[in-house]
């Protein structure tokens, strides 16, 4: 059965972080969402705390004229 997962190795912490940051950027901002919430949900699971989701916050803000 394959997993779908790759393993790369590279030579210096530099180029790990130059790849990294090519995958999110490639990512749609969908995806880095989901992403997010991912780890939210694992960081949950292994704490055994319920899910929730994210709480929205709205605050009306007047601006001055001028």
Sequence with gaps: MTT???ITVFDSHAEADKNEA???SK???QQ????VGE????????RNEPEQG??????VLER???
């Design 4 to 6: 779908g997962k790759t």
């Design 22 to 24: 090519a995958y999110w």
């Design 27 to 29: 990512l749609t901002p």
């Design 32 to 35: 880095r969402l989901d992403a």
């Design 39 to 46: 780890c939210v949900r694992e960081y949950l699971r292994l």
């Design 54 to 59: 994210f709480q929205r916050v709205y605050r």
């Design 64 to 66: 001055e004229k001028g």
